[in-house]
Nanobody
Framework: QVQLVESGGGLVQAGGSLRLSCAASGRTFNNYAMGWFRQAPGKEREFVAA????????FYADSVKGRFTISRDNAKNTAYLQMNSLKPEDTAIYYCAVAIRAWSAPGRNIADFGSWGQGTQVTVSS
């Protein structure tokens, strides 16, 4: 089992930037795709971005494409989400997750991921 801890959330004005980190411990991190999801109050948890286990492929929700960048440093067992040009509608709790199967292509569905962090709050003021 892998343990995930997110950090880097906070309060930022619209147009600002934040960088989220997701530190992994436990089983091997390097062989698994990683994903970021978010959940706003009263809404379902939704896909934000995913990255392949090598870091060579990335995928984004349309709502964040061009503004967010997912990356990973396997030597540090850490994944990142760089968020630029933030909007009030980006306000949510952000979760990182590890894919269920090793060496699989990154998915976009919650069911593709088996381990989750506790989340970090991102609040964007207008």
């Amino acid at each position: 089992q892998v343990q995930l801890v997110e950090s880097g959330g906070g309060l930022v004005q619209a147009g600002g930037s934040l960088r989220l980190s997701c530190a992994a411990s436990g089983r091997t991190f390097n062989n698994y795709a990683m994903g970021w999801f978010r959940q706003a109050p009263g809404k379902e948890r939704e896909f934000v971005a995913a990255i392949s286990w090598r870091g060579s492929s990335t995928f984004y929700a349309d709502s964040v494409k061009g503004r967010f960048t997912i990356s990973r440093d396997n030597a540090k067992n850490t994944a990142y989400l760089q968020m630029n040009s933030l909007k009030p509608e980006d306000t949510a709790i952000y979760y990182c997750a590890v894919a269920i199967r090793a060496w699989s292509a990154p998915g976009r569905n919650i069911a593709d991921f088996g381990s989750w962090g506790q989340g970090t709050q991102v609040t964007v003021s207008s």
